[in-house]
Every structure is written in structure tokens, then in C-alpha cells.
């Protein structure tokens, strides 16, 4: 049996596991893939410093996001059609994240819904909000987030219009699959996958079939977005969701310094420094690069996370450096679901913690909480 002993484990392992359409989706950036690189590769460019002689017992990662107890400072990014990367994938990852102790961020774009989340957790989890055109819609969807105890409103600033991945146009991507020939041999030739999917009946967009009035080609995720998602969405719309949801809001997809002070008008409890996994404007910076300027812009008047490229606890251990007070995992995490179903998402979080708390301890450092720039070279 093949032993997962990195993050790049699990990817090889989901490749084998899951429908190359999903697998690709997963493992695709917008155009030519640059940010989407280059978020993987500015992390590599940041060193350690090496500490010798410091008492490195009782070692600790727990700390807080947004005032909540975290096992470590890493959250579940919101992934959308997660339930296509393992059946009933939101469910799985949401069970996984809690006993870990993280949180877990459900998407707008699931396949299990707020409430299917909710039937399997005991504890709170975020949910992120796209705005659509059909405000009714997005209301109701703040109402169900709130009726199932969402602890935080992740609100997603950059994708009002979708940015192009080349393979899913290619790969004729949708959720539930088409049954072309092409697609038929991709599930085919993936029969574990197959049997459970056939097993569950989550297999379209949970959130909103039966909830959006006149979706008439959700199937068509480039489609869809295009019609249903609002482009006129402003820092005026942040104002009413912030009121209408009247809990802890998040905004998702900041990555300029003059956005980053122009979030501290709106109120709210934390920004995520983020080009969405390099999935929208390629050619813009990575995330890890912009995250000091962007740390250093809003000083400590709102809380300053950060996701994209995060592939080690490494990474994380140099994000924290920089002045986040917390990350996320897209990928990562959707390769061990796709590897290994709930354990799957278990075991990255896990490789994850070893990587970050050996790291912390070989910089000299024994708290999380302590981690600042000085650990870097
Ligand atoms: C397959 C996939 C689907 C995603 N869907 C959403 C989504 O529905 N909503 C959202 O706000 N971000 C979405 N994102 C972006 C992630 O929340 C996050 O910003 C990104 O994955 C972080 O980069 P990483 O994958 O390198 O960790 C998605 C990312 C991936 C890889």
C-alpha cells in the first residue's frame, strides 16, 4: 500500500481515483496557469532561519480565527462541485475538518447543501456566499446559512465574471456529468468512484435546485455564472449582507493594497488575501506575495488571512511569518478527499500539522501564536 506522506501523495492518488473532468477541475488555473503556479512557487522562494540550543517541549498550534479555538490556523477553503471529487464530498470534508478541530467553509457552488452539512456536524461552519442577479435567492440563502448556525459569512469578491480554465471547456465539464461516450470512459475506467456516487443522491448543486427560480442550465457552470451572478456587485452590496447576516463576515478574493484599506469601511472580521487559487486574473501576483503588503496596509484594524499554493505546513508555518492569522486549503484538501474519501481529508490535515509543528520548533519557536518575521531567513 502506497504510504501519503506529502500533499503531492494524495494528488497522484486522486488523479487514479477520480474522473479526469473532476480531477482537472480541481488541478486547473485560469489561461496559462501562472498565478496558479506562481502561487505554489513564491512559498518555495521564502526561507526558513534555522535555530539551534531553544527548548522546543510543550509546542502548540491552536490559536484563533475570527475569535474562534482552531487546532491550527488552517480552514477548508469553500471548493465548489466538492461532492463530484467523492460522493456526498462536502459531508465527508465538513466531519473530517471538525474532528480536527478546523473549520470548514461550505460553498455556495456545493453538491451537498447547507442543510445536508449541517445534518453531519455538531459544531458551526462558514459558509461563502456568491451574490447573484436574484436577490430573493441570495437572501434565502444568508437565512439557511443562519437557520443551520453558520459560525461566519464568507463573502467572495472575486468572481463576479469566471475566469477561463482551458480544461474544463475542453473537458465539457458539468455537474451531474453528460453521458457522452468521452465521458462515460472517464467514470468507467474509475469504478470506485462510480459505485459510491451511484450510492448517494447528491449529485447536482444542492444549494440551489429547487431554491433559484428559472435556473434553466445549471449543468453549465460557465453558463450559469455568466447569467445568474451579479457584475454590478460593490462595497455598497457588502453593506446590506453584512446587515442582513448580522454575524462574523469574512471577504474572500482581496489582493491590492488599496482594496485591503477600503475593506476597513465595511466592518469586517477578516480579509483572505487570495486570487482564488489562480482560477480568475492570471498574470496577477501569487497570494503569498502580495500578503506582507497587504498585512502591512491594514495593520491590525482587521484580521488578515490568507489561501492559494499552500501545500505544506511549511507554507503555512511562512504565511503566519507574514502576518496571517490564518490560511486555507483548497486542493490540498480536495486531493485527499478525492485519494481517500473522509480519511483522505484527514490525513492532509495531517501531514499538514507534522510539517508546520516540526518546522516551528526547528526556526526556535514552541507557540504558533509566537511565529513572526523573525523566523525568516
Ligand atoms: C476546485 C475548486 C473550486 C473552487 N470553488 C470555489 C467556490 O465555490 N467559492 C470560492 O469562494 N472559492 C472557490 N475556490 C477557491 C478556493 O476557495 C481557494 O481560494 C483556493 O482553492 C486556494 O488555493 P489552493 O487550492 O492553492 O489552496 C475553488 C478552488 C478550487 C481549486
Not at 461563502?128 to 436577490?135: A, E, H, T
Not at 467572495?156 to 469566471?162: A, M, S
Request: charged share 25%; hydrophobic share 40%.
Amino acid at each position: 500500500m502506497d504510504k501519503m506522506l506529502t500533499i503531492a501523495d494524495l494528488k497522484r492518488k486522486a488523479e487514479r481515483r477520480v474522473p479526469r473532468m473532476f480531477f482537472d477541475y480541481a488541478d486547473s488555473g485560469a489561461w496559462t496557469e501562472s498565478t496558479y503556479r506562481a502561487n505554489e512557487d513564491d512559498f518555495a522562494k521564502i526561507k526558513l532561519r534555522q535555530r539551534v540550543l531553544v527548548d522546543m517541549t510543550d509546542r502548540s498550534l491552536a490559536t484563533e480565527m475570527i475569535g474562534e479555538k482552531v487546532s491550527m490556523p488552517v480552514a477548508l477553503s469553500p471548493t465548489g462541485l466538492t461532492g463530484m471529487q467523492h460522493a456526498d464530498g462536502e459531508m465527508l470534508a465538513a466531519k473530517a475538518a471538525e474532528e480536527f478541530g478546523v473549520p470548514f467553509t461550505l460553498s455556495t457552488m456545493s453538491i451537498c447543501s447547507i442543510e445536508d452539512v449541517a445534518s453531519v456536524t455538531s459544531k458551526p461552519f462558514w459558509f461563502q456566499l456568491y451574490v447573484m442577479k436574484d436577490r430573493d435567492f441570495v437572501n434565502n440563502l444568508i437565512d439557511r446559512a443562519k437557520a443551520a448556525g453558520c459560525s461566519a459569512l464568507v463573502l467572495t469578491l472575486d468572481l463576479q465574471i469566471l475566469g477561463q480554465r482551458h480544461k474544463d471547456l475542453r473537458n465539457g465539464l458539468s455537474a451531474p456529468p453528460k453521458f457522452t461516450p468521452k465521458h462515460i470512459w472517464q467514470m468507467a475506467t474509475r469504478p470506485k468512484w462510480c459505485l459510491d456516487m451511484a450510492r448517494t443522491k447528491r449529485r447536482s448543486f444542492g444549494n440551489i435546485v429547487g431554491h433559484a427560480k428559472n435556473v434553466s442550465d445549471l449543468s453549465s457552470l460557465p453558463s450559469w455564472t455568466a447569467e445568474q451572478f451579479d457584475p454590478r456587485l460593490s462595497w455598497k452590496d457588502v453593506e446590506w449582507i453584512k446587515e442582513r447576516w448580522g454575524g462574523k463576515l469574512i471577504l474572500k478574493g482581496i489582493l491590492d493594497e488599496e482594496d485591503a484599506r477600503a475593506s476597513l469601511d465595511t466592518g469586517a472580521d477578516a480579509i483572505i488575501v487570495s486570487n482564488h487559487g489562480g482560477r480568475q486574473l492570471d498574470g496577477a501576483h501569487s497570494s503569498i506575495a502580495m500578503l506582507p503588503k497587504i498585512v502591512d496596509a491594514v495593520g491590525d484594524r482587521v484580521e488578515v488571512h490568507m489561501d492559494g499554493g499552500i501545500r505544506s505546513g511549511q507554507d503555512v508555518l511562512k504565511a503566519v511569518a507574514l502576518g496571517a492569522k490564518g490560511t486555507y486549503i483548497g486542493r490540498p484538501f480536495l486531493y485527499g478527499l478525492g485519494a481517500d474519501g473522509k480519511q483522505g481529508v484527514t490525513t492532509a490535515l495531517e501531514i499538514i500539522r507534522k510539517e508546520m509543528d516540526v518546522s516551528m520548533a526547528l526556526c526556535g519557536k514552541r507557540l504558533i501564536r509566537d511565529v513572526d518575521r523573525s523566523i525568516l531567513a
